[in-house]
């Protein structure tokens, strides 16, 4: 029992992670219905730009800003450049480019920063609590990491929910005509989403990078645990994709502590084929989100 | 024409003539070339096979996976595991031969492909795409739950079958295994250039061997052995190859020598030399019957994928351009009205699916042996990615851009090499500018061209006709 208690309690960081690239998943789903299978690569990136920042000034609070600047301009950029003139194209030509873009960001972060797996610094200690007798399997920097998101999520909520631009960008995204008779600036309100997508994947990757390494490639399990909370989530929630996101953390850190964590991806992809055969809509999605 | 094609009998023989003819002049070509080059026809080919599943499942069926990748996995490890363990399993009467383990890897790829395409078909564009994701990323947590069969993460040495006789497990391959995923084609250069440098011993040691027959015929048997122990250190290919030459030349000599170094053998490395001598009667006659005397690797390899390559696209050509192709692209452009004339969309879908982790697993075992190794970082989600690139760059709904994209694949690298060879470029900048400029171009193709480059140059063609703008297909 004291296992269970610590594998689960060792999951919700990266759970968080996985949420906060989820999120960003969802959030691109909303604005533009689709997948961007290069959002991790596009955290990655930001990542490796955090990386130099915190190299050079030794600023961690410093190199989190820019990784979310960063985050903000490549995914308008990407927006600008791949989405937008595609996005009236065939559906299959959407999300090849944006495995082009992938394998773009991923060559260009080798060509800057080289293929090997490189460190990050933590800011607080990264080792296990002591408390009440014991080390618990949490560390500082777990809390930081959770109270990281659990602000991005609730200001995002409050976006969503209490300002006009998050009116005006949920209008657009249930209904992009309706939306631009009542006067919401709907290409606008896309991009937004695009951008705040990418400073919100940006913020994972930052916050990932010292408990797993960073190389061009070593995001890419990031995106499958992702996409999969996504999925289970709804594809258009973003509270199923915080939920499932954690979710998927737990399990995974349930995985890799009763047996190995080489199993995590084996589990993730069982946990979304079943999904997607019995649930296809995800837990929290509308109706109608998919169509087959 | 026009009556010709109408007769699907007909249709049929004219891609046996087309196909065949260019079978034929491949092989010419591939044994013009220098080895080397043959080493390169060999990757295309191989590329060409898988890719001709990918036209007709991203191309004509409208399914983005990225599990081909895997697939082909899968195709390499069964017939790694088959040739490997079952050398001297009789199969019906007949011995094992590694045409029956292409077999066995076809049908394990259908198997596979059977169920992640029954998956598949209930699923859309970017769901699909994600799921067949997970699939290429999670290849090396499948081999490694699995490390005594499939040796996880440092794979399988192939034993690789030859024509001239016997199974022999090349030293080539040795350093793939070590390399991860996203640079499949830096793997295949370090090996290509691995086994040009045997072929360059194997050359060598033909004169020394050659002045070794002498001697052995004054019973001078102890030198023999340590001549023979120095051309372990090297690969048995080299053996074989000595084997070829004599039995042409003069036979006695050769029975004479396969002789001694069976004396010799059990004594020494009866578990590596063994594979290589007892073995000659396993391979039989091998893919193909030699068209040269000499036998090179790099060719015997160009040669065994090319004659995958030109069947697969045989039964492509037949299926692209017969009533399947239709029904398939049928179904990728209007389910409902598909579905309205009575066909099942969700069935096309399995079975774009399927056939084209039929051509995977081929390909997958083709690949398996050029390397002669087979692990997941060679087959990891780097490949899928560069099946889907090649598929793009060639035109997603055409044979024939299967090829350029095969072609492309792996052309551009040696382009890339070769500049940078002559600008003084650095490693980091090297490996990673063939990406870079694939992802930039898949993007370019997709928001300019969508046809690829054999969809621009018929749109042209068109153009040039008077006729309407390109569709994809």
């Not at chain 1, 906060?20 to 969802?26: G, P, R, S, T």
């Not at chain 2, 940078?420 to 997709?446: D, K």
Request: charged fraction near 15%.
């Amino acid at each position: 029992m004291t296992n269970f208690v610590d594998y689960l309690l060792g999951g919700f960081s990266n759970g968080a992670v996985i949420a906060l690239m989820a999120l960003a998943i969802v959030l691109v789903w909303r604005s533009t219905r689709m997948v961007n299978f290069a959002q991790v690569g596009q955290a990655m990136f930001t990542t490796y730009v955090a990386l130099t920042i915190q190299q050079s000034t030794g600023s961690w609070i410093l190199a989190l800003v820019v990784a979310m600047a960063a985050g903000l301009v490549l995914g308008i950029v990407v927006f600008f450049l791949v989405i937008r003139p595609v996005k009236n194209s065939d559906s299959t030509g959407a999300i090849i480019a944006t495995f082009g873009v992938l394998i773009a960001l991923q060559a260009g972060a080798g060509m800057i920063w080289g293929g090997d797996p490189q460190g990050f610094l933590t800011p607080v200690d990264n080792s296990g609590i002591e408390f009440a007798g014991r080390i618990w399997p949490i560390s500082l920097y777990d809390v930081l990491v959770l109270v990281v998101t659990a602000a991005l999520v609730i200001g995002l909520t409050l976006l969503f929910t209490k300002t006009n631009l998050g009116l005006s960008m949920r209008a657009a995204a249930f209904n992009p005509e309706v939306a631009r008779l009542s006067g919401v600036r709907v290409n606008r309100m896309l991009i937004t989403g695009w951008a705040i997508a990418g400073a919100t994947g940006a913020v994972g990757g930052v916050l990932i990078a010292p408990v797993s390494t960073i190389s061009p490639n070593s995001f890419d399990i990031l995106l499958v645990f992702a996409f999969t909370a996504a999925v289970i989530g709804g594809l258009d929630s973003l509270i199923g994709a915080v939920t499932f996101g954690i979710g998927t953390g737990l399990v995974i850190s349930l995985v890799s502590g009763y047996s190995d964590s080489g199993n995590a991806p084996i589990v993730a992809l069982i946990l979304l084929a079943l999904n997607l055969l019995l649930k296809p809509d995800g837990v929290f999605g509308h109706h109608g989100a998919r169509s087959v | 024409m026009k009556t010709l094609r109408s007769f699907p009998g007909n249709r049929i023989i004219w891609h046996a003539i087309i196909v065949g003819v260019v079978w034929l002049l491949l092989l010419l070509l591939n044994n013009n070339i220098d080895p080397l080059y043959s080493s390169y026809l060999a990757l295309v080919a191989m590329y060409a096979t898988a890719m001709f599943g990918m036209t007709i499942l991203v191309g004509l069926s409208g399914q983005v996976s990225l599990g081909n990748g895997a697939l082909m996995a899968v195709g390499g490890y069964v017939f790694a595991l088959t040739s490997m363990n079952w050398q001297t399993v009789p199969f019906f009467g007949w011995e094992w031969n590694a045409i029956w383990s292409m077999v066995f890897a076809g049908l394990g790829g259908v198997l596979i492909g059977g169920i992640i395409g029954g998956l598949a078909a209930r699923l859309k564009g970017p769901y699909l795409a994600g799921l067949t994701l997970g699939v290429a990323v999670g290849v090396p947590a499948i081999t490694n739950r699995f490390p005594e069969l499939l040796g996880g993460e440092n794979g399988l040495m192939l034993t690789v079958p030859y024509p001239a006789g016997g199974y022999a497990a090349l030293d080539a391959g040795g350093e793939v295994a070590t390399d991860e995923g996203g640079d499949a084609a830096v793997d295949i250069e370090t090996d290509a250039g691995a086994t040009g440098e045997d072929q360059q011993y194997a050359e060598l040691d033909l004169s020394e061997f050659d002045q070794g027959t002498d001697p052995l015929a004054e019973e001078d048997l102890l030198t023999e052995d340590d001549l023979l122990t120095e051309d372990d250190l090297l690969t048995e290919d080299d053996l074989l190859t000595e084997d070829d030459l004599l039995t042409e030349e003069d036979f006695g000599a050769g029975g004479d020598l396969g002789i001694d170094e069976n004396v010799v053998d059990p004594t020494e490395d009866p578990g590596v030399d063994g594979a290589g001598l007892d073995g000659t009667d396993i391979a039989g006659g091998g893919f193909i019957d030699g068209f040269d005397s000499e036998f090179i690797i790099e060719r015997w390899q160009a040669s065994m994928a090319i004659a995958v390559a030109c069947i697969v696209a045989f039964a492509a050509l037949n299926l692209v351009r017969g009533r399947q192709g239709r029904v398939w692209k049928a179904v990728r452009d209007d389910p409902v009205a598909a579905a309205v004339v009575g066909i099942s969309p969700s069935g096309s879908k399995v079975s774009a699916f399927v056939v084209s982790s039929l051509f995977a697993a081929l390909a997958g075992a083709v690949f398996a042996q050029i390397l002669s190794f087979i692990g997941p970082g060679a087959f990891g989600l780097g490949l899928s990615l560069s099946l889907l690139v090649g598929i793009v760059l060639g035109g997603r709904a055409s044979l024939l851009g299967a090829i350029i994209g095969a072609l492309l694949l792996v052309w551009l690298p040696e382009l890339v090499d070769g500049l940078s060879g002559e600008r003084g470029w650095p490693e980091q900048i090297t490996n990673n500018a063939p990406n870079l400029l694939y992802g930039l171009l898949v993007v370019a193709v997709v928001l300019l061209a969508p046809g690829g480059i054999t969809g621009t140059f018929k749109s042209w063609i068109d153009k040039a006709k008077g006729r309407g703008r390109a569709t994809l297909s």
